[in-house]
């Protein structure tokens, strides 16, 4: 797999069915690896080994109801009341970071209200705050660490 846009971590690879999988420590199970897998297991790597969040406030790939759609989003981070903190959307490298897919974060948090955003590729990174008074979000050179 390509090199990303991160410190380097380790993970457990396993081969199933001629096709390569990557064990997912917050799903705790294997995945398909998948270039935007990839990123996502590189941005909990992330999240909890240079921003310290624990595991047990990071949520992956769970459905939302949007509109009467059923979206997925790619990483959450709670806060410890159950509100959301992060919303995280991975692409694959090859996916180059676009207004759609601000818009498109922008959208998944008009239902859950997250007070950060991150949007990602793996080689890009870039961090939101939420200015809801104002409804739009100010960039930002990071996310904080968790307090």
Known sequence: ????????????????????????????KFMVLTPEEWVRLHVVQFLLNEKNYPKSLINVEKQLKLNNTTKRYDVVVFNNDGSIFLIV???????????QTFDQIARYNLALKAEYLMVTNGLDHYFCQMDFENERYVFLKDIPNYK
Not at 10 to 23: H, P, Q, Y
Request: one cysteine or more; charged letters at 30%; proline letters at 5%.
């Open 1 to 28: 797999m390509q090199k990303l846009n991160f410190p380097e971590y380790s993970f457990r690879f396993k081969s199933s069915e001629n096709k390569a999988l990557v064990f997912d420590e917050i799903r705790k």
């Open 89 to 99: 959307e991975c692409k694959a490298p090859s996916i180059a970071i676009t207004q």
